[in-house]
């Protein structure tokens, strides 16, 4: 680990100047610490985020929620709110990692968390994303985790973010604050598809600051859910996972919100999905139907062809247990 | 000699060293630090093969604290090495500027925080003339000399043969990881070296290290009380360890050298790749009449690595005619080193998928066929079994597992989402035995001390070491401390292959019988003692209190005998030979385990459900301990099974997955219901304490119990480990 | 095929055996156990008193923290992990050094309350925390309730993951996730086991939350 110059920000306008100075933000460190470790990562000064007020998680006016950025994931996953408005963001965190990585890291930190790619992690290899220009080895190596959606030439690689996921289903809003001033992004525009700048990976202006995460009010009932699909049953991130969100009444969808995990560089939003369900009457051969949508400009390679088909499965299983026609 | 009551041994006690583990006190090799202590990081190489051209470690040696940057350009010649185990060219510390594998250590940086040695190892720059990397025993070359054996004329019974079954299964690398990693706490006085190492072999790995540096074995100490898991990876002394003594040497300081997670991947052994071409002849009756076995497995360049994969297929079943060949194809790798279970496991896969395979071809029983098979003696030897339970393993796993409610019919039984499948293997260990010794002291207060130089990395040694003194000295557990893990204390072999309860266990019971006896001659003798003039041979001891065996009221104590005769203790040296050059029988311990799947229909997951093992491991020392090893083998042989993998990329030979985030072993969630059964029985003829072993068998068939449950589920036969979602989509 | 057995071709000869007696072997256990014990105010790392070259040392920071009850004032490498501080600065061993990565739980400690993986918790980052270990369960010879638990059901093998289990459970505990066999499952599989004694530990942490109430 390089060595670095640390300072704690007692407020906000502290953070925001150190912050503007190039210093990196710390909160939960789970991704970072361990990302300097591995010598991914040199930042000069690590600048502690973790006295700033941004720890509650409120209900909107329209009774949407807002999750602040420092809110841990455990404590927000076991959120009365959130448990019940919407059960499919406390299942996509609760699904995420371990238990003690979850009392350590935050909602801000887990959207702004880096990829698993081992050539990333491994300084020894060529990366685009962790040294623009040297190539990737992901490509032409082992991809069986790898990204089939959203890649470029220049980088496939997977956001591993369950939450994410869930947000980026249910609309998210991301609230940041800089030095000129506040403004909020859609999740989806967020964060980044590699293309030919894979090392950009969020719409981060410098020394700006995730203050909140908002997720938007959705008409109710709402019956949402998130299924992750690995190889072990704990502690592993997604081969594949899909949040669903599904507002039916009078026997059929109004509104649904889906979104896959592990299968894109950023949670790949499925709007195909969701026309195909708007409208509709909830039924078994509705799910496959809808699911066959998933996999549309999948460009898979050479070990992880099978995502394409369990893409679609996984969708199809969680539309239906979300649905409720099981 | 009446002979001891037991009382200990067969009890279910709790760990002896329970309380230091569970309140961190136990000190594992890592843990130690001697005054001064600095500390090393290895740099490895980031090509698989060529030559170092150049080390620029200028950076590094201008951070605070850097003491030394080590590499071949400046390290010290260290005396030829010859001979040893396994055949080949050892690997040595930067005594050359050859890379032979990716991650292979070029330098170490020696500084006085880690933090400093850690992030100077990652300024250090090396250039490289690589070379292209042979890393894939898919397309690679095997040597031309392979190991064979032959019985009867395979190929013509297998021409002939009513029934036969070509098949080929593949098994993934495998590393060990331990959860604790390789670590070396080195530190010199003179020309005297004392480590703090993890090892399964003390005395070991004082020959390595005094061959390294050309000092006589007396003056190295190795300690390693402790071992935090192990699995057969530190039954070797590695590299590492030399490094770090040589840099203790170099700087002057005692050195701490802890291999990183990812490290673990390339320096300490793995448990080898395969591709296994299985022919299977029968008749319809079931009888197999020959087997053809050619394996192809991984092993290193510099280095020659063999494990036993083809002895279950040359003994485990009744066939006249086989015919097996065992090809090593070298590659760009770090040397293959035993594995829980090494060889018997991964040679139970092929074998025993292949049984499930052919009993589903003739409509039988698996477990039916498997008996319709069963050889009257050894059929590789032509010795008889010492003792052969394997029988008594399938009746009491059926029993308890239910095997009667298993469909035959493939894909027939549903729960939900879920295909659910029954499926069983056998599996079989060599008992091995080697030369210990241990010493034994009773004191003046009645409290023994028995110690040997093993090692304990999980089983329990301590504990079930002290019930054996504890019956043979007449003690209560209480009175006797069992100490390992020293070089200073009586030889005993590597803490590996399920040796050591009867080697060092013979030992130690060896010299307690020699102390009990020394102390009953003193009692006949001793006019002034109660016992005496009677017959040594009526005399047993129970709770410190040496008594005639049918006059119990007729006895006195240890204490009381030593303090009349003025001694301040007694003692012995106990010794077990070992096996014999010339074997009159054939030793193996046996296992049956069923497994129960659920797979996903669609998504095609595979968990494990519920598991019984049965074992016929003869006399079982401790059941609470032996149940714990069973039970956590069931744990490892489902990673085995399902999860672990380690990927090479073979353009460069990096291991991709080396760390426990993308190298999966089984979590707590994974963890299906278990149960472990021993079949009771002693086996005298293999070792004066009639066990077998149990830490390998019972590991062994588990993979291939889960897998023939997967095709039982789904009707796909998975002839590749581990079964992951894709074979199954 | 080679005719000896491999593990049995590693044996090697026996020697002559040097008992030791059981004064020499007190006299090593106490040099293996006799590491420095660190003073209070001198646990930093960069404070490297032996460069007197000028070489500039790395940055570090002051921090009060409360480990194990004691409180602790130390000058720490920026960079130095919580758990590297324990095991190196503070000789509290029994937190393990599993994967350095937050993959394994064997350096589980509890901050604050909290079971978090000490290795990715930066122990600058500390001022004002309370620290516990494996060594701050038990009171006095008296056992945390989930220690007696451990040797109740031979929760462990090697012991080397076993100090994160205990207070890995003991977070688990107090969380109030013991619901079920699946719940402490589940809840417990950022500790892995590599002897797999999963089930024993499951028991133990079921035993010792029932011993609550």
Not at chain 2, 235 to 256: F, G
Not at chain 2, 317 to 333: E, F, G, I
Not at chain 2, 389 to 417: I, M, Q, V
Request: include cysteine.
């Amino acid at each position: 680990m390089y060595p670095f110059t640390y300072t704690k920000a007692a407020d906000t306008r502290e953070a925001l100047n150190a912050g503007r100075r190039g210093g990196r933000y710390i909160a939960g460190g789970t991704t970072l610490v361990d990302l300097m470790r591995e010598t991914v990562e040199h930042p000069d000064t690590l600048v502690d985020i973790s006295a700033l007020p941004l720890r509650e998680v409120t209900v909107t006016e329209r009774g949407g929620l807002r999750v602040g950025a420092l809110v841990r994931m455990s404590e927000a996953a076991a959120h009365p709110k959130v448990r019940t408005l919407y059960p499919v963001i406390s299942q996509a965190l609760e699904l995420s990692a371990s238990a003690q990585l979850r009392n350590m890291a935050t909602i801000g930190g887990n959207i702004m968390q880096r990829t698993r790619c081992t050539y990333f992690r491994d300084v020894s290899a060529d990366c685009n994303k962790r040294d623009p220009g040297s190539g990737c080895a992901a490509r032409e190596g082992f991809n069986r985790t790898h990204a089939i959606l959203g890649t470029s030439d220049d980088c496939v690689a997977t956001h591993p973010s369950d939450v994410a996921v869930a947000f980026a289903a249910l609309e998210a809003t991301v609230h940041l604050l800089g030095p000129d001033g506040e403004r909020r992004v859609a999740f989806t525009d967020f964060l980044l598809q590699p293309g030919s700048t894979p090392q950009r990976e969020q719409a981060l202006r410098q020394g700006e600051l995730i203050t909140a995460v908002e997720i938007p009010a959705l008409p109710r009932p709402l019956k949402s859910g998130y299924l992750k699909v690995r190889d072990r049953q704990s502690y592993e991130f997604a081969l594949t996972s899909a949040a669903v969100a599904l507002h039916v009444r009078g026997g059929v969808i109004q509104e649904a919100k889906v979104a896959a995990g592990g299968v894109g560089t950023v949670p790949w939003k499925l709007p195909a999905v969701e026309l195909h369900l708007v409208g509709e009457r909830p039924s078994a051969s509705l799910w496959a139907a809808a699911a066959q949508q998933a996999g549309v400009g999948a460009r898979p390679l050479a070990h992880n062809r099978f995502k394409v088909e369990l893409l679609k499965r996984t969708v199809e299983r969680q539309l239906s247990t979300v649905g409720g026609t099981k | 000699m009446s002979p001891q009551p037991q009382a200990a041994v067969g009890a279910a006690e709790p760990r002896v060293d329970a309380r230091l583990r569970v309140t961190g006190k136990a000190k594992y090799a890592a843990d130690n630090s001697p005054d001064g202590v600095v500390h090393a990081v290895l740099v490895e190489s980031s090509v698989g093969r060529g030559r170092v051209t150049g080390i620029d470690a200028r950076a590094a040696e201008a951070e605070a604290g850097v003491l030394k940057v080590i590499s071949h350009l400046n390290a010290p010649k260290l005396p030829p090495v010859q001979g040893g185990f396994p055949p080949g060219q050892r690997l040595r510390a930067f005594q050359d500027d050859r890379v032979r594998f990716f991650g292979q250590p070029v330098a170490v940086v020696v500084a006085t925080t880690l933090e400093s040695a850690q992030h100077a190892a990652s300024l250090v720059r090396v250039s490289y003339d690589a070379e292209s990397v042979s890393t894939d025993i898919s397309v690679a070359e095997p040597a031309d000399d392979p190991e064979t054996y032959a019985r009867g004329d395979a190929e013509a019974a297998l021409e002939s043969a009513p029934v036969r079954l070509d098949l080929t299964y593949r098994m993934a690398r495998n590393h060990h990881n331990p959860m604790e990693p390789h670590a070396t706490v080195a530190h010199w006085d003179g020309d005297r070296l004392t480590v703090w190492e993890k090892t399964q072999n003390v005395v070991g790995a004082v020959r390595t290290l005094a061959g390294e540096f050309g000092i006589p074995p007396g003056n190295v100490r190795v300690i390693s009380p402790f071992v935090g898991g192990a699995f057969g990876s530190a039954a070797r002394t590695y590299v590492h360890a030399v490094t770090a003594a040589l840099a203790a040497r170099e700087v002057k300081r005692p050195v701490k050298l802890v291999l990183t997670r990812r490290q673990l991947y390339f320096g300490v052994g793995f448990r080898p790749a395969y591709e296994y071409d299985l022919s299977l002849g029968g008749n319809r009756q079931g009888r197999l009449t020959a087997s053809a076995h050619d394996i192809r497995t991984e092993s290193s360049r510099y280095e020659r690595h063999s494990e036993h994969v083809l002895e279950p297929g040359r003994m485990l079943y009744s066939t006249p005619n086989v015919r097996q060949a065992y090809r090593h194809v070298p590659l760009d790798v770090s040397t293959p080193w035993f594995m829980r279970g090494p060889g018997y496991a991964s040679g139970a896969f092929p074998v025993e998928s292949a049984m499930d395979e052919l009993a589903h071809e003739l409509g039988l029983d698996p477990i039916e066929l498997r008996l319709r098979n069963e050889p009257a003696d050894d059929e590789s030897t032509n010795l008889p079994f010492s003792t052969r339970r394997l029988r008594d393993c399938y009746r009491a796993g059926a029993r308890e597992f239910g095997w009667h409610r298993r469909n035959p019919k493939p894909r027939s039984t549903r729960d939900g989402d879920w295909l659910i499948g029954m499926g069983m293997a056998a599996g079989v260990y060599d008992t091995q035995r080697s030369a210990a010794q241990a010493s034994v002291r009773l004191d003046a207060d009645g409290t023994a001390l028995v110690q040997s130089a093993t090692s304990d990395m999980g089983p329990g040694t301590a504990t079930s070491m002290t019930q054996v003194a504890a019956d043979a000295l007449g003690l209560t557990m209480r009175q006797v401390t069992f100490r390992l893990g020293d070089s200073l204390m009586p030889p005993a072999p590597v803490h590996a292959g399920s040796q050591t309860m009867a080697s060092v266990g013979s030992a130690v019971q060896d010299g307690c019988d020699k102390l009990r006896k020394q102390a009953i001659t003193l009692a006949v003798k001793d006019e002034d003692s109660p016992l005496y003039g009677a017959d040594a041979a009526d005399i047993v001891v129970r709770g410190g209190r040496l008594f005639v065996k049918d006059e119990p009221t007729r006895g006195e104590t240890y204490q009381r005998l030593l303090a009349r005769n003025n001694r301040t203790h007694l003692e012995a040296m106990g010794s077990y030979a070992g096996a014999p050059e010339s074997e009159k029988f054939s030793f193996y311990a046996y296992a049956a385990t069923f497994a129960e799947v659920a797979v996903d229909a669609r998504l095609g997951l595979v968990r494990v459900r519920r598991m019984v093992g049965v074992y016929d491991a003869a006399r079982i020392i401790n059941p609470r301990l032996a149940d714990s090893q069973a039970i956590g083998a069931m744990v490892g042989g489902i990673g085995h099974a399902l999860l672990e993998h380690t990927v090479t990329d073979h353009r460069d030979g990096r291991i991709v997955n080396a760390n426990l985030a993308d190298y999966l072993v089984p979590t707590h969630a994974d963890m299906p219901d278990m149960k472990a059964i021993y079949i009771e029985g002693e086996d005298y003829e293999a070792d004066p304490i009639g066990v077998k072993g149990l830490g390998e068998i019972v590991i062994v068939g588990v993979a291939p119990a889960i897998a023939n449950a997967v095709f039982n589920a789904t009707g796909r036969r998975i002839r590749e480990l581990p079964i992951t979602a894709e074979a199954l989509l | 095929m080679s005719a000896e057995h491999p593990v049995q071709a590693q044996t090697p000869p026996v020697e002559s055996p040097s008992a030791p007696t059981r004064r020499t072997f007190i006299a090593t256990t106490t040099a293996v156990g006799g590491a420095a014990v660190v003073g209070d105010l001198v646990a930093g790392s960069p404070a490297l008193a032996e460069e007197a070259d000028g070489v500039e040392a790395p940055p570090g920071s002051r921090v009060a923290l409360t480990v194990n009850g004691v409180r602790r004032t130390v000058t720490v490498d920026n960079r130095t992990s919580l758990l590297d501080l324990l095991r190196e600065h503070l000789d509290l061993t029994g937190s393990k050094k599993g994967c350095n990565a937050g993959a394994c739980g064997a350096c589980t400690v509890l901050v604050d309350g909290r079971r978090v993986n000490s290795c990715l918790t930066l122990a600058v980052r500390l001022e004002g925390a309370e620290v516990t270990t494996i060594e701050g369960l038990a009171k006095g010879d008296r056992l945390h309730p989930l220690q007696q638990a451990f040797i109740d059901q031979d929760a462990f093998q090697c012991g080397f993951c076993t100090p994160g289990q205990i207070v890995s459970g003991a977070g688990c505990i107090q969380e109030g996730h013991t619901g079920s066999p699946e719940e402490i499952r589940e809840w417990m599989s950022g500790n892995l086991c590599r002897c797999g004694c999963y089930l024993k530990i499951e028991r133990a942490v079921e035993q010792a939350a029932g011993r609550k109430g």
